[in-house]
């Protein structure tokens, strides 16, 4: 990769990552504001949502029927889930600080926080419970997967393929043999000064 290329991912990054900040201030300030971890809305928005809200019975009539025959299929797979929630948490406590990368942090990714949506009924609650954790584990494992993977081997596919971890676009194009070791090397030592700045802000 060269070094305009580099720049320019850079720059991307940068961006938006200031402008995920700018929709979030501006969210807060005008529909809802975060304290702690509770959302407050203003007390007219509030208000309204209540009154949209479907009681359980009307719910379980109009809802579609498939969605109740395969709840049970749906919900199995809260095994497989929790195993390989469990597996990929252990790696990373025992395995990451022998690599010297920073760990992920679980809460930047698994996000509860729909229960505070008072037009939805309890049970809709819960579907969304179910399904910011399925989903918020899966980009946390990504993440995960993608440290370890920039550590080993940080190389492009030869295809194009969909949905790259974030990191996935700083890597070594597919082919790129000249200096494999010492650009290897490179991208450990940014997992390190990564590991290390984190390290000085807890205090270790």
């Given at each position: 990769m060269?070094?305009?290329?580099?720049?320019?991912?850079?720059?991307?990054?940068?961006?938006?990552?200031e402008?995920?900040?700018?929709?979030?201030e501006?969210?807060?300030?005008?529909?809802?504001?975060?304290?702690?971890?509770?959302?407050?809305?203003e007390?007219?928005?509030?208000?309204?949502?209540?009154?949209?809200?479907?009681?359980?019975?009307?719910?379980?009539?109009?809802?579609?029927?498939?969605?109740?025959?395969?709840?049970?299929?749906?919900?199995?797979?809260?095994?497989?889930?929790?195993?390989t929630?469990?597996?990929?948490?252990?790696?990373?406590l025992?395995?990451?600080p022998?690599?010297?990368?920073?760990?992920?942090?679980?809460?930047?990714y698994?996000?509860?926080d729909?229960q505070?949506?008072?037009?939805?009924?309890?049970?809709?609650?819960?579907?969304?419970?179910?399904?910011?954790?399925?989903?918020?584990?899966?980009?946390?494992?990504?993440?995960?997967?993608g440290?370890?993977?920039?550590?080993?081997?940080p190389i492009?596919?030869?295809?194009?393929?969909?949905?790259?971890?974030s990191?996935?676009?700083?890597?070594?194009?597919?082919?790129?043999a000249?200096?494999?070791?010492?650009?290897?090397?490179?991208?450990?030592?940014?997992?390190n000064?990564?590991?290390?700045?984190?390290q000085s802000?807890s205090?270790?």
């Amino acid at each position: 990769m060269n070094d305009r290329i580099q720049q320019l991912l850079d720059q991307i990054t940068t961006l938006e990552d200031e402008l995920r900040t700018a929709l979030n201030e501006q969210q807060s300030s005008i529909f809802f504001q975060i304290k702690g971890k509770r959302v407050e809305f203003e007390q007219s928005i509030k208000e309204t949502h209540r009154r949209l809200k479907r009681n359980f019975f009307r719910w379980l009539v109009t809802d579609r029927p498939q969605n109740l025959i395969t709840g049970p299929i749906i919900y199995s797979m809260i095994v497989p889930l929790l195993i390989t929630d469990l597996f990929i948490t252990f790696y990373q406590l025992t395995c990451f600080p022998i690599y010297g990368i920073k760990k992920v942090k679980r809460a930047d990714y698994i996000i509860f926080d729909r229960q505070h949506l008072n037009y939805l009924n309890f049970i809709e609650k819960f579907h969304c419970t179910y399904c910011a954790y399925g989903t918020g584990m899966i980009a946390y494992i990504s993440e995960i997967v993608g440290r370890t993977e920039q550590y080993f081997c940080p190389i492009k596919h030869a295809r194009k393929i969909l949905g790259t971890h974030s990191r996935y676009a700083h890597f070594l194009e597919y082919g790129e043999a000249d200096n494999y070791e010492a650009k290897l090397e490179a991208m450990r030592v940014v997992l390190n000064q990564e590991y290390e700045k984190n390290q000085s802000k807890s205090g270790h």
